[in-house]
């Protein structure tokens, strides 16, 4: 679910999809890659996007903001110790010390995989996952596993960024995704 549905006249998300710079063919040709590090360029919009996901998640009795490697840990940190939670880094691989869980995935681009320290989350704990921007979801998909594999309820995935055919009920793995904008061309 896009947040430009909640309300479309909201000036703070024109002023955060107009901060992210668009690279073409980056990393390979036929990618537009959104380029959130302009975001970060623009303190009033930068602050205005992790406010956005702040209000949504105050109330929601969140324990665990995961974010996911390398822009989720951007946004993760500030959410997490705004509503009162604990952040927990889903880092690609031999990143962690320390006994980890993994799960492989398939990017718009190639594979990959994420891991996480097995201690990091308790059962039953409520999480969020955080990442910059939804494509095909298998980066989503893998962090919502990982989560789950140890016992935590994960309430939803947010992304600053979301593919339009997304826009509506997005759910991966069953879970909703609250996408901020879409991406620019």
């Known amino acids: 679910m896009f947040a430009s549905g909640e309300d479309e006249r909201d000036p703070r998300l024109q002023a955060i999809s107009a901060a992210i710079r668009v690279v073409p063919h980056f990393p390979k040709p036929g990618i537009m890659f959104q380029d959130i590090t302009t975001l970060l360029l623009h303190p009033?919009?930068?602050?205005?996007?992790?406010?956005?996901?702040?209000?949504?998640?105050?109330?929601?009795?969140?324990?665990v903001v995961a974010g996911i490697e390398a822009r989720g840990f951007i946004f993760g940190p500030s959410?997490?110790?705004?509503?009162?939670?604990?952040?927990?880094?889903l880092r690609k691989?031999?990143?962690?010390?320390?006994?980890?869980?993994?799960e492989e995935y398939v990017l718009e681009?190639?594979?990959?995989?994420?891991?996480?320290?097995?201690?990091?989350?308790?059962?039953g704990e409520r999480a969020v996952v955080i990442d910059d921007?939804?494509?095909?979801?298998?980066?989503?998909?893998?962090?919502?596993?990982?989560?789950?594999?140890?016992?935590?309820?994960?309430?939803?995935?947010?992304?600053?960024?979301?593919?339009?055919?997304?826009?509506g009920e997005c759910k991966l793995n069953g879970k909703p995704v609250y996408i901020l904008v879409e991406p620019r061309q």
């Open 79 to 89: 959410i997490a110790l705004a509503i009162g939670a604990k952040f927990v880094p």
């Open 133 to 167: 921007l939804v494509a095909t979801g298998g980066t989503l998909c893998a962090a919502i596993k990982l989560l789950e594999r140890v016992g935590a309820e994960v309430v939803e995935c947010a992304c600053l960024i979301g593919l339009p055919e997304l826009k």
């Open 109 to 123: 681009y190639g594979t990959d995989c994420l891991e996480m320290d097995v201690e990091a989350v308790q059962p």
């Open 93 to 102: 691989p031999r990143k962690l010390p320390g006994r980890v869980i993994s």
């Open 44 to 63: 009033k919009a930068f602050k205005d996007a992790v406010d956005i996901f702040i209000d949504r998640y105050r109330d929601m009795k969140i324990s």
